[in-house]
């Protein structure tokens, strides 16, 4: 029971940790990627918002920056308005992102990435999000980055594999010995 014991935790131990290290070394490509697809997304965004803003500016005479222009555009065009209003706040909250992100060490930019995204308007349902995360192709990278990630993951792995094969550790406590003292018997 002892060796099928054993073969079970250092099994598990082997495949958490493993596993734990392959999944966390994609996070820092991960990040990367969806960063890449986010800066691609805000200069389609600030092309499409600043062609709208100057055909209302020259359409209707308007001055000012683009909020007074939006402001400005309102009463004659409220539809246009408030899609130029929701695509200005995205512009905005996809370069606070992006900004926020490509200061970080590699290392760190996977963490301030998940805390911009979470603190951001649109949130985890992000449009760039879910295209990053149906576009993204795993992979192994050997960047200091995924390497950090990687051994982190390796940790937490085993970590966990411990945990699981806690109960498999339990001790029963042993059989008393019977001892015979055979030199009574002859």
């Known amino acids: 029971?002892?060796?099928?014991?054993?073969?079970?935790?250092t099994s598990l131990v082997l495949a958490f940790g493993l596993g734990g290290a392959v999944l966390a070394m994609q996070v820092p490509a991960f990040?990367?990627?969806?960063?890449?697809?986010?800066?691609q997304a805000a200069g389609e965004l600030?092309?499409?918002?600043a062609d709208r803003l100057q055909s209302g500016r020259t359409t209707y005479n308007l001055t000012g920056n683009d909020?007074?222009?939006?402001?400005?555009?309102?009463?004659?065009e409220p539809s246009n308005a408030a899609t130029l209003t929701r695509d200005?706040?995205?512009r905005d909250s996809y370069a606070a992102i992006l900004t926020a992100?490509?200061?970080q060490s590699p290392v760190v930019r996977p963490?301030?990435?998940g805390w911009a995204i979470s603190n951001g308007p649109e949130g985890w349902n992000s449009p760039v999000l879910a295209t990053a995360l149906a576009s993204y192709?795993?992979?192994?990278?050997?960047?200091?980055?995924?390497v950090l990630w990687g051994l982190g993951g390796l940790i937490i792995g085993v970590l966990v594999a411990q945990v699981l094969s806690a109960p498999l550790h339990i001790h029963r406590p042993p059989r008393p010995v019977v001892v015979v003292d055979r030199s009574h018997l002859l």
Do not use: F
């Not at 600030?46 to 918002?49: G, H, Q, T």
């Not at 192709?137 to 995924?146: H, K, M, Q, S």
């Open 1 to 9: 029971m002892g060796l099928l014991r054993r073969w079970i935790t």
């Open 31 to 39: 990040t990367e990627h969806y960063l890449a697809g986010l800066q």
């Open 46 to 49: 600030d092309r499409s918002v």
């Open 67 to 76: 909020r007074e222009t939006v402001a400005a555009l309102a009463p004659r």
């Open 88 to 90: 200005l706040n995205r």
């Open 101 to 103: 992100t490509q200061a």
């Open 111 to 113: 963490i301030a990435t």
């Open 137 to 146: 192709e795993a992979g192994i990278a050997l960047t200091p980055a995924a």
